[in-house]
Every structure is written in structure tokens, then in C-alpha cells.
């Protein structure tokens, strides 16, 4: 049953500011395919809870096998605002049958699920992502290669296995 919260949110993109941090993250390469689910994903998904921020919700959808999140919270001025959105991989081999979704594209939400739990990728787990195109990541662009059990960025040569630690070291090419 949805809860009565998803009733009083505003479920039209047209009403939302998207935010320059949406902005930037909606350029990179894997999340640009989101783009056109917005609108669909804002009105028809599921409203839950912002998580650690209690002035935010998210409003996700399960689309051909990926679940897509999209932030939501307000500006400075109380408008609707898009913070963020990204995918999650619930069921990576129902994603690759649909063939809606790129295998790139898909790897690399997964990825990033991985790197972000809070204990770090599991022995073994960032071995079945690789990624031979790199993402954009904390402004590094990361790869993963076989049996490795880090990922690498392609610029400053950082490796890690932690979205915090990319996040904690610049890019210096
Ligand atoms: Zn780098």
C-alpha cells in the first residue's frame, strides 16, 4: 500500500528546479540514459523517505530491470527540487536480458552500489563488474578489470574500493 506521504508530494517534473549538482551528475555518461525516464519515474514511482536527510524523499521505479532513484528536496526558496538521481541494479541478470539497458550501463550502477556499501565490496565482488570504458566518479573516471579487486582511475592511476576514499582524493592527471 503506498503511503499517504507519496499523495502530497508534487508528482509533476514541470513544478521541480533541478539543482546544478543534478545537473552535473545527470552529464555523466551512465546516468544520461535516465534522463528521459524523469518525468514517468517522478509521477508514477514509489515515495519513500530521503534517508539520512529529513527535508528530502525519493521517488524510485524498477524499469526493464534497473531501479531508478531520483532524489527530491527543496532550494533555498522552498521549491520543489531533483538533488540527484542514479540507478540500482537489483537483478543484474534480468537488466542484461531486457537488452533495454547497455551492459556499460548496467555495470556501472552496480558498481557503484558496490563501492558505496558501508563495508566495502564484498572478496570476490568487484571482479564480476568489469568495465572497460571508464565512469565518471568523484571527478575520477574508474575502471574495473578482471579479477582485480579494486577499480582504477584511467587518469591519476588511484586505486580503490571505496566511493569515500575517491571521493577524499583529487584527480590529478
Ligand atoms: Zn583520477
Not at 48 to 77: L, Q
Request: proline share 5%; hydrophobic share 35%; glycine share 10%.
Amino acid at each position: 500500500m503506498p503511503n499517504r506521504m507519496s499523495k502530497f508530494v508534487p508528482r509533476d517534473e514541470g513544478v521541480f528546479v533541478r539543482t546544478g549538482h543534478f545537473l552535473d551528475r545527470l552529464k555523466e555518461g551512465h546516468r544520461a540514459p535516465l534522463e528521459e525516464h524523469i518525468g514517468d519515474v517522478l509521477e508514477t514511482g514509489k515515495v519513500t523517505r530521503g534517508g539520512y536527510r529529513e527535508d528530502r524523499w525519493v521517488v524510485t521505479k524498477n524499469i526493464e530491470g534497473v531501479e531508478v532513484r531520483i532524489i527530491c528536496g527543496f532550494t533555498e526558496a522552498f521549491d520543489p527540487a531533483l538533488v540527484t538521481i542514479y540507478g540500482r541494479v537489483p537483478d543484474r541478470e534480468k537488466a542484461l536480458e531486457s537488452g533495454y539497458w547497455d551492459e556499460w550501463v548496467v555495470n556501472a550502477f552496480a558498481l557503484s552500489q558496490v563501492l558505496s556499501k558501508e563495508d566495502g565490496p564484498e572478496e570476490g565482488e568487484l571482479e564480476g563488474y568489469v568495465l572497460s570504458e571508464p565512469m565518471e566518479m568523484k571527478g575520477h573516471r574508474i575502471i574495473t578489470e578482471e579479477d582485480e579487486p579494486f577499480v582504477r582511475c584511467v587518469d591519476c592511476g588511484m586505486e580503490a574500493m571505496f566511493k569515500n576514499t575517491i571521493g577524499r582524493v583529487d584527480c590529478e592527471e
